[in-house]
């Protein structure tokens, strides 16, 4: 079957560096993506990998890891506004996202 | 530009109604989706379309059915709803429905069914 494994929430501190894992288990795969999604609203891209290593953009980095089906999200300095849902989604060899539930970080001053 | 709009914003639905969610994108992307999203569960794929003219079935159809008679609009229609139908939709667009596609999501329409 298709899964996506990623903690249910995460607390941080304004200013530190947190780590967002996610491991993935799907039918072919092109690729991993990850969103951000706030209260209320929708999600919006942050960033893709498809090849093994890390990917830096600015505070966010995501890294891959193609054999051990795994990635994870970095975020540097942390903001207040950086408080949301961050969510996991593998491309399948269909090309169709499969998600994950999300992981809500909290942010605290 | 306004990108994906969705309408209604949210609605409250008696069981046994039927009910069109609006979806309209203006980036000319070719491939659009309709995912549903309940606390604690990814995001669903209920329908898309690779291309105007084409539609496809997602994880969870049932219920649910799709035209995309051009480009820019992708309706969304609930023949008889149920109360398990209670969730927010998402509408989504990307240009081509291949690898490394970035989807980019409309706001979004709450919708209750009592």
């Known amino acids: 079957g298709q899964n996506i494994d990623q903690p249910t929430e995460m607390t941080a501190t304004e200013g530190a560096i947190v780590q967002i894992n996610c491991t993935y288990q799907?039918?072919?795969?092109?690729?991993l993506f990850w969103y951000q999604q706030h209260a209320g609203e929708a999600p919006t891209f942050l960033s893709y990998?498809?090849l093994d290593g890390l990917e830096e953009k600015g505070r966010f980095s995501s890294f891959l890891s193609r054999s051990k089906g795994y990635s994870y999200l970095l975020l540097k300095e942390l903001q207040m506004k950086d408080s949301a849902s961050y969510l996991c989604a593998s491309m399948d060899s269909n090309y169709q996202l499969i998600w994950g539930a999300g992981t809500k970080l909290i942010i605290k001053p | 530009t306004a990108g994906i709009t969705q309408a209604p914003t949210s609605q409250i639905l008696a069981a046994g109604r039927s009910m069109t969610l609006r979806c309209t994108q203006d980036m000319r992307h070719n491939a659009m989706y309709w995912y549903r999203q309940d606390l604690g569960l990814g995001l669903r794929l209920i329908h898309y379309s690779n291309t105007a003219g084409t539609t496809g079935k997602g994880e969870v159809p049932d219920g649910y059915s799709v035209s995309r008679a051009n480009t820019d609009d992708f309706p969304l229609t609930l023949a008889s709803a149920v109360p398990s139908q209670t969730s927010v939709y998402f509408c989504a667009s990307s240009d081509g429905g291949q690898g490394g596609d970035t989807q980019y999501f409309g706001p979004g329409t709450r919708l209750t069914v009592l």
């Open positions: 799907t039918s072919g795969f092109n690729g």
């Open positions: 990998n498809v």
